[in-house]
T-cell receptor, first 112, second 110 residues
Framework: KAGVTQTPRYLIKTRGQQVTLSCSPISGHRSVSWYQQTPGQGLQFLFEYFSETQRNKGNFPGRFSGRQFSNSRSEMNVSTLELGDSALYLC???????????FGPGTRLTVL | TQLLEQSPQFLSIQEGENLTVYCNSSSVFSSLQWYRQEPGEGPVLLVTVVTGGEVKKLKRLTFQFGDARKDSSLHITAAQPGDTGLYLCAADNYGQNFVFGPGTRLSVLP
């Protein structure tokens, strides 16, 4: 069974630009969650999607948004990038039957 | 906001030593998970504990969930260099989201 894949793995953007990150879940997993990881704040929950609907949301500004497609693939978008958005963005998927999360390798975003 | 604290923040030990890391909160959670994360990779789930007082063993790793379901510990026996990594605890906030601790960075020297 293929694991969680995230693309791209690395990204460099400048302030004010926008970025879209992609996550493909393990086959059969309908829940996709996004996290931001920084050295100062650790792993922080952004949002969770399930069957194309946002099910839970963390405390991030509206510049952070996401969506999920019918095949459970998910994208997150960050608009008007700020220097502080530089981070490792992780997605995690889980099966319907339990809360065991499987993480992808992450996308390393650098904002200059 | 429910917070998780982990201690110690950093730990450097010699191969063969034993160690314990802790995860604490003032809140009660429905379950708690431990992950290990290596540089450049996402966290990998090690174990989920659900019942207060529960103890789970995974080879040289022993996980315990506190009776009140507010704290947990991870004990590693005879640590090996392959155990090096960032250990994260994550609490299930009753299905709403996962709250992660800041992590314990473990370095096992050969």
């Amino acid at each position: 069974k293929a694991g969680v894949t995230q693309t791209p793995r690395y990204l460099i953007k400048t302030r004010g630009q926008q970025v879209t990150l992609s996550c493909s879940p393990i086959s059969g997993h309908r829940s996709v969650s996004w996290y931001q990881q920084t050295p100062g704040q650790g792993l922080q929950f952004l949002f969770e999607y399930f069957s194309e609907t946002q099910r839970n949301k963390g405390n991030f500004p509206g510049r952070f948004s996401g969506r999920q497609f019918s095949n459970s693939r998910s994208e997150m978008n960050v608009s008007t990038l700020e220097l502080g958005d530089s981070a490792l963005y992780l997605c995690a998927t889980k099966p319907d039957v339990n809360n065991e999360q499987f993480f992808g390798p992450g996308t390393r975003l650098t904002v200059l | 906001t429910q917070l998780l604290e982990q201690s110690p923040q950093f730990l450097s030990i010699q191969e063969g030593e034993n160690l314990t890391v802790y995860c604490n909160s003032s809140s009660v959670f429905s379950s708690l998970q431990w992950y290990r994360q290596e540089p450049g990779e996402g966290p990998v789930l090690l174990v989920t504990v659900v019942t207060g007082g529960e103890v789970k063993k995974l080879k040289r790793l022993t996980f315990q969930f506190g009776d009140a379901r507010k704290d947990s510990s991870l004990h590693i026996t005879a640590a090996q260099p392959g155990d090096t990594g960032l250990y994260l605890c994550a609490a299930d906030n009753y299905g709403q989201n996962f709250v992660f601790g800041p992590g314990t960075r473990l370095s096992v020297l050969p």
